[in-house]
């Protein structure tokens, strides 16, 4: 039975709209690396729903090595997920094509017959039990074909990049550690960092972390799914890491008076500017508002890091100036920080696994 010409043309442009979106959804994702403003596109609501409710089972889970370990296998899945979204919606877009192209292929009656030709074209499989036998039929599943290598080629392809990414990301996080036997704290890095340099050390730190916060920021920009991969250390998580140094360079800004300035400043800017584009992960920005009316830090510990600089000759604003500055250095990122960080699930503190030397206090302490 014949369709209406109507009917078929309507059929045929939903078919190819639903090509040309997921073609053009990959090769954003996956070429362009741009993120689309439009909350419709294939990837961002993929990740919006899929992660909805793997968050949910995480919630679920009261022990954190149980909930890390649920959460740690989310980002790798991702990807195979959203390769199969692809496919799914480029099969569904070209089964449309097929079904209205019927009388130029043997063998298609209805559409699950074009969506099986449709695999078979696009998988280069070539069975030969359905047979394009008009002209524009077998020019169309030329491009059909050409366009499912491209697409498994271009995911191949992209897993190297993504995942040298993740590795030199994860590789610097090794390297933050105050220390101490306890959790890394903003405080104690700055009382580490004074200690192996004096100012010279801390802008030498600011500068190294300054790269780290622009590398980062390039490639989560680029590949918005890296925020979703966990670290493989536990207890450890780029985005608690990446709290910590803005706040050591928070703190300095605030206390010291002088040399580092330029360096501090540098890496606050990099680090606040990373933290805002994590606003466009899904349900982020809505969140942070409901995030900045949290508490801005805990006084007693600036107060322990200003007596320590202090005790080492380091120039000082005054104390009641230096908080009240530090207060709103960390409102311009906290709300973010914590919406990002609620939104993920990311454990409260960062800690270092480094074995502890066998010395005394008093030799621990040089």
């Known amino acids: 039975m014949n369709a209406h010409p109507v009917i078929k043309l309507l059929v045929l442009s939903a078919g190819a709209l639903l090509v040309l979106a997921a ?11 741009q993120r689309r403003s439009s909350r419709l596109w294939p990837t961002y609501v993929f990740y919006r729903r899929t992660w909805r409710l793997w968050r949910a089972l995480g919630r679920r889970i009261t022990s954190e090595r149980g909930r890390e370990r649920l959460l740690a296998v989310y980002g790798p899945l991702s990807l195979l997920g959203l390769l199969v979204v692809w496919v799914m919606l480029l099969l569904a877009g070209w089964g ?11 063998g298609v009656g209805g559409y699950l017959d074009a969506v099986y030709f449709a695999g078979v074209g696009f998988f280069t499989v070539g069975f030969g039990d359905v047979v394009p036998v008009g002209g524009l039929a077998r020019l169309l599943a030329l491009a059909q074909a050409f366009m499912g290598l491209v697409t498994i ?10 995942f040298g990414a993740y590795s030199r990301r994860e590789a610097k996080l090794l390297t933050l550690d105050d220390l101490s036997e306890e959790r890394t704290t903003s405080t104690g890095l700055v009382e580490s ?23 980062v920021f390039d490639s989560h920009t680029a590949y918005p799914m890296l925020a979703f991969f966990r670290s493989r250390q536990p207890g ?11 706040d ?66 380091v120039p000082l604003r005054p104390y009641d100036r230096a908080w009240a500055d530090l207060q709103r250095l960390r409102a311009d990122y906290l709300p973010s920080l914590r919406a990002t960080t609620t939104l993920l699930l990311v454990p409260p503190e960062f800690r270092n696994h480094a074995a502890p030397l066998p010395l005394g206090e008093r030799q621990r302490a040089r």
């Open 193 to 215: 960092w004074h200690a192996d340099g004096g100012l010279g050390g801390l802008a030498a730190a600011f500068a190294d972390w300054e790269r780290w916060c622009a590398e």
């Open 23 to 33: 073609a053009t959804d990959a090769v954003s994702t996956l070429v362009t690396t």
């Open 153 to 162: 080629a271009l995911v191949i392809g992209y897993l190297p990049t993504l």
């Open 96 to 106: 449309l094509v097929w079904w209205v192209l019927r009388g130029e292929l043997s």
């Open 248 to 313: 050591v360079a928070a703190v300095s800004l605030a206390a010291i008076d002088g040399a580092p300035a330029g360096s501090a400043l540098r890496l606050y800017r990099r680090a606040t500017g990373l933290l805002r584009t994590m606003r466009m992960l899904p349900a982020v920005a809505r969140s942070a508002a409901d995030a900045g009316g949290g508490q801005l830090g805990d006084e007693a510990a600036f107060q322990a890091v200003y007596r320590h600089l202090a005790g080492h000759g």
């Open 236 to 246: 450890q998580h780029w985005l608690t890491a990446l709290g910590v140094v803005t």
